[in-house]
Structure formats: C-alpha cells, structure tokens
C-alpha cells in the first residue's frame, strides 16, 4: 500500500478541491452565459394586441398555432401583421425565440384591458341602472346617436372606450355573456377580500 507524507496528502486534497471549485464554477458561468429570451417592448406588445383587437380572426388563428407568427407564408397573407413585425426587431427576435410566449403574452394583455374596460362600463352602469335596464333590453341603443345625445355620460364613456360599442355591436350575445362573467368573477373577487 503507497503511503504520502502528511503534507503531499493535504496538497493533493486541497488541489481536488480547487479543481472542483473551478469546475463548478465554468459550468455556472456556461449556464448563465446564455442569452436570456428576447422580450418585446410594451409598446410593441400593446401595438399587436391591438392589431390582433381589431382583427379577431387573426388572434384566433394565432392563438391556435402559435408558430404562425414566424411563417412567411402565413405572414404575407397579413401584410399589416408582417410590416409591423419587420419594423420591430425586439418583437421579431421574441416571436423567433419563443411564438407561444409572445401570443400568450398579447392574450393575457388583451384579457387584461378587456377586463378593465367592462369593469370601467360596468362601474358607469351601475351608476344608472336606468340605461343598464335600457341596453339590456334594446343593445342597439348603445350606436343609436339620438339617444346617446340624451345620455352624454353614456356617449363619454362609450368614446373612452370604443371597444366596448364595437364589442356589443358586432357580436351582442357574447358581449352580454362576457359582461355578466365580468360581474360574476368581480363578485367572486369581493367575497374573497
């Protein structure tokens, strides 16, 4: 059996640690030395939600297969979309990187402000439940110009929030059902506090 002197001993441990030392942090830096994922801007972000807003087939198509977003052939048959995304290198490079992140990031966005403009609606409504009893018996009157001019609260609000009177216009039912899961989830939030 090879016997080290005590010394030869304690020069070989300490240079196992060292080494092991030095190992591990190489790896740690090899870890952290990958870029982290690109992120687009706010402004980026809220310009495609409103993009994707106002063209919900869009959205949906998106929001079906994330991957679209980097599709050329895709992306020319939405020349507003691919111009955008062209101007936009911090948003291009996200969507590269990562399509489900950046179309999940504009939903939750979207989800977001629509919840904040049923709640602001919501709030004005509840304030004159004369007009909510009127809306919900006639929605046209919502992009009716005679009565808007008798109510010009209700016009305010509608101009502060034209998503709202496009919502309740072109798609009615599902306006209502959403205002009414607004107010339930808005309930279920108070109870909770």
């Not at 190992?23 to 495609?48: G, I, K």
């Not at 004369?130 to 929605?139: A, G, H, M, T, V």
């Not at 599902?174 to 506090?193: G, I, L, P, T, V």
Request: glycine share 2%; aromatic share 6%; net charge neutral.
């Amino acid at each position: 059996m090879l016997q080290f002197p005590l010394k030869h001993s304690f020069r070989v441990g300490f240079a196992f640690v060292i080494a092991m030392v030095i190992w591990t942090c190489a790896s740690r830096a090899q870890d952290s030395s990958t870029t982290p994922e690109p992120q687009p801007s706010h402004a980026e972000t809220t310009q495609v939600d409103n993009y994707l807003t106002n063209h919900p087939a869009v959205a949906q198509e998106l929001h079906n297969n994330p991957s679209l977003v980097n599709d050329p052939n895709w992306l020319a048959k939405h020349p507003e979309l691919h111009n955008y995304m062209n101007n936009h290198p911090g948003l291009q490079k996200a969507a590269a990187a990562n399509p489900a992140a950046v179309v999940n990031r504009a939903d939750r966005s979207t989800l977001g402000r629509d919840h904040a403009d049923l709640n602001k609606t919501d709030s004005y409504l509840s304030h004159h439940p004369e007009i909510r009893q009127e809306l919900s018996k006639n929605p046209k009157l919502i992009d009716d110009p005679k009565y808007l001019a008798t109510h010009p609260g209700l016009d305010k609000e509608l101009a502060d929030h034209p998503e709202i009177r496009n919502e309740a216009m072109n798609h009615p039912e599902d306006f209502k059902k959403a205002a009414k899961a607004n107010s339930q989830y808005n309930k279920n939030q108070a109870k909770k506090k």
